[in-house]
C-alpha cells in the first residue's frame, strides 16, 4: 500500500508551477535505475504529473530488479520497464521507441561496493554514461539529465562550494573509483554535448533521504541508518569522528530539481542539488536523528573499528554546496532536516500521517 507521505510529495511535485509541464506533451521518458529510490519517485512523479496535466507520457523504465520493476508498472501505471545491465548497449529490437528525455539515475552508489568493487564501479559508471548518450544521439533526446555526486569536489578546503570549486581526490584509494567515475562521466557528457549537440545537463547530487525509502531496504545511506536505530529505540553508534559535513536534500526536492534541469536546465553545464540549510557535520545529523526520532532516548556514540577503512566511508570534508545556480531556475527546497527524518519515518509508521510543515533549519 502506498504511504500517505509519500504519495502527498509526490503530489506536491506534480503541481509545483515552476515545472514548465506542457513542455512536456505526448514526450516518451526513459529512465534508468527506475527501481532506486530517485529513479522510481521520478517514474511517480512524472505519472502523476501526466494525469494531473493530462500530459499523455510514456515512461519507460529499466534496471536489473524484474521485480520492482514489474511492481512499478501494476502498482502505479508505468508503461514498459525494461530489465537491462546498464553496461550494455541498448538494440532497438529492445528499445523500439521515440524517446525525447532521459534521466540517467543507474549507478553503483553503496561505500562497501567503492572499495571492494571498484572495477565495477567504474566501468558500470562510464560505460553506462556512454551507452545511454548514444543512445540519445541515436533518438535524438530532447534533454538528457545525468545524476553526478556532491562526491566530484572531493578535498577543496573551502567552507563553501560552487560547480567551477573542484578540488583533490587521491588517485592510490579503491574508494576514489566512485567519484573519479563520476568526473570522467561528467567530462563524457560535456564532449557528447560539444561534439554531437546532446543537451546533457548534470546534476551533481546531495545526500537524498525522505520519504519512499521502505524502512525494510537495505538502503545505506548514513540517515536511513541513523533513523532505524532510533526508530527502534538503539543508541546510534558512529564508525568515524563525524565531523565531517554532509550535504542533505528531501527525496521531493532532488525530483523537482531534476525536473527544473531537464526543462530548464543549460545544456553542457553542471548544477549543485542540495539545501544548504540541511547541511550538518555526521555526529549533528546523528543527534537531529536521536532527538526528532528517538524522543530523546538515543544516545550518539563515537566507536571507530579497528577495520573502519574497509568499509568505504569518504574522507572528512568540511563544505556545503552553493545552489544559487540550481535557484537561479525557479527551484526552491522545501524541507529541512528535522523534517526529512519526520517525513521519512512517518512513511515507515502511519499511513495516515501528515506532515505539511517545512523547515529549512536543522
Known amino acids: 500500500m502506498t504511504k500517505y507521505v509519500f504519495r502527498e510529495d509526490i503530489e506536491q511535485v506534480a503541481l509545483n508551477e515552476n515545472i514548465p509541464w506542457r513542455d512536456m506533451l505526448g514526450a516518451s521518458v526513459l529512465i534508468t535505475g527506475a527501481t532506486g529510490l530517485i529513479g522510481s519517485a521520478l517514474v511517480r512523479s512524472l505519472i502523476a504529473a501526466s494525469m494531473k496535466h493530462n500530459l499523455g507520457l510514456r515512461i519507460i523504465g529499466t534496471g536489473r530488479n524484474i521485480e520492482k520493476g514489474r511492481a512499478l508498472i501494476e502498482l502505479y501505471g508505468m508503461d514498459v520497464f ?107 557528457c560535456v564532449a557528447f554535448t560539444g561534439q554531437y549537440g546532446i543537451p546533457v545537463k548534470i546534476a551533481r547530487l546531495a545526500l537524498t533521504f525522505g520519504a519512499g525509502i521502505s524502512r525494510d531496504s537495505s538502503d545505506s545511506r548514513v540517515a536511513v541508518q541513523f533513523a532505524k536505530k ?23 526536492d532532488a525530483v523537482l530539481g531534476l525536473l527544473t534541469l531537464l526543462l530548464k536546465g543549460k545544456e553542457g553545464e553542471a548544477y549543485n542539488v542540495a539545501n544548504p540549510a540541511a547541511a550538518a557535520k555526521v555526529r549533528e545529523m546523528a543527534e537531529v536523528a536521536a532527538s526528532v526520532v528517538g524522543d530523546g532516548k538515543v544516545k550518539v556514540i563515537i566507536k571507530i573499528p579497528d577495520d573502519a577503512l ?53
Open 82 to 188: 525494461i530489465e537491462n545491465d546498464i553496461r550494455q548497449p541498448f538494440s532497438n529490437d529492445k528499445l523500439p521507441y521515440s524517446i525525447d528525455y532521459i534521466f540517467h539515475c543507474a549507478s553503483i552508489t553503496q561505500s562497501i561496493d567503492m572499495v571492494s568493487k571498484p572495477v565495477d564501479v567504474i566501468t558500470t559508471a562510464v560505460d553506462g554514461t556512454r551507452n545511454m548518450l548514444e543512445l540519445a544521439r541515436i533518438k535524438q533526446c530532447k534533454s538528457f539529465v545525468y545524476l553526478s555526486s556532491m562526491e566530484v569536489y572531493g578535498q577543496t578546503g573551502l567552507d563553501e562550494v560552487s560547480e567551477t570549486d573542484l578540488g583533490y581526490w587521491d588517485l592510490s584509494r579503491y574508494r576514489t573509483s566512485y567519484p573519479e567515475s563520476k568526473r570522467l562521466c561528467e567530462n563524457l
Open 230 to 252: 532510533a526508530v527502534s529505540g538503539e543508541d546510534i553508534e558512529l564508525h568515524t569522528s563525524g565531523n565531517s559535513i554532509i550535504n542533505c536534500c528531501y527525496t521531493s
Open 310 to 362: 574497509e568499509y568505504g566511508y569518504a574522507p572528512d570534508n568540511g563544505y556545503t554546496l552553493n545552489v544559487d545556480k540550481l535557484k537561479s531556475l525557479g527551484w526552491q527546497p522545501s524541507y529541512g532536516l528535522a523534517d526529512m527524518f519526520r517525513r521519512m519515518v512517518a512513511d515507515w509508521v502511519d499511513n495516515s500521517f501528515s506532515c505539511k510543515t517545512a523547515e529549512n533549519k536543522i
